[in-house]
């Protein structure tokens, strides 16, 4: 295993002179490298991650897969950072991010199109839905044409308050209305929610458009038809929806070949040849107590321990 961490801060070799840390038998080859990253604010230190962190990972994978590659963090805060950088750079990432199904576009737009359907007055539903992908590639609109229109639409949809934003597009594309949404519009809540999902994927077109966003299209009809036991209307499975948990809305890719990222509580139990912990740094506190039952020490330090 190589291990690489960039540290915030200089740490004494005082600290942890008597610790001592045992490794399985036969593991007796591997490589630590740290390196320290200086910067007086928290926009240069990231900066200074961030451009560390690729380099690395650049030179890491000419000789490793790219799911060989770990990166831990203390916090989910840093896992969506890290995730927003590498995925940035072009690189492939799974991590609670990009796993859970309510952070995938493609879902988070078929969700928008369930809501405007189950309450078609909602006019932020249905500007959601006429800006995600999902939408505008099966209706041949630009993003920024789309954007163009809901931005034309601003002022009525704020001052007129019986203003509902799919009679004016109904008006405004008759043929597309006709095309992609009237069959649904009619027959919502005539049929099991499950059966009303596969015909809005073959509508739009969502597998054939989508290939890379298969595994979180079947988790989300694999959710629905879970929820049909008890319930089969929209409005149910969106309110089971909202409130899952996120062990419940990942999807494991765990054959893709992609840099994991996972906090370091989450990480206990698995191995991975590479491991990259960025921003390690200890903090120690001394004060007399506090609100959240912190115990405080005073650092005795010695010539040569602590």
Known sequence: ???Y???????LPIFFAASEQTWSGGHDQGYVRVEHVCAENKEERDELLRGRLLARIDELRRRFALKDIAILTRSNAEIEQYTAWLMEAGLAVESERTLNIKENPTVAGLIAFLQFLNSPIDNTAFAVFLQSEVFGRAAGLSREELHAYLFSQRTRVSRDKDFYLYRQFRQDYPRIWDRLFAEFFRN?????????MISILDRYGVLSNFPGE????????ELIKDQEQDSADIDACLTSFAAMENDQLFVNVADSDAIRLLTVHKSKGLE???V????????IHVSSGGGLGQQSFIMDIRADHL
Do not use: K, W
Request: charged share 15%; aromatic share 10%; glycine share 8%.
């Open 272 to 274: 991975f040849p590479v």
């Open 276 to 283: 990259i912990i960025p921003a390690l740094g200890m903090r």
């Open 214 to 221: 298969q595994g979180f299209v079947m988790r989300l009809l």
């Open 188 to 196: 919502v809540g005539l049929y099991p929610l499950y059966e009303l």
């Open 5 to 11: 961490t960039l540290s915030l801060h200089d740490a």
């Open 1 to 3: 295993t190589e291990i």
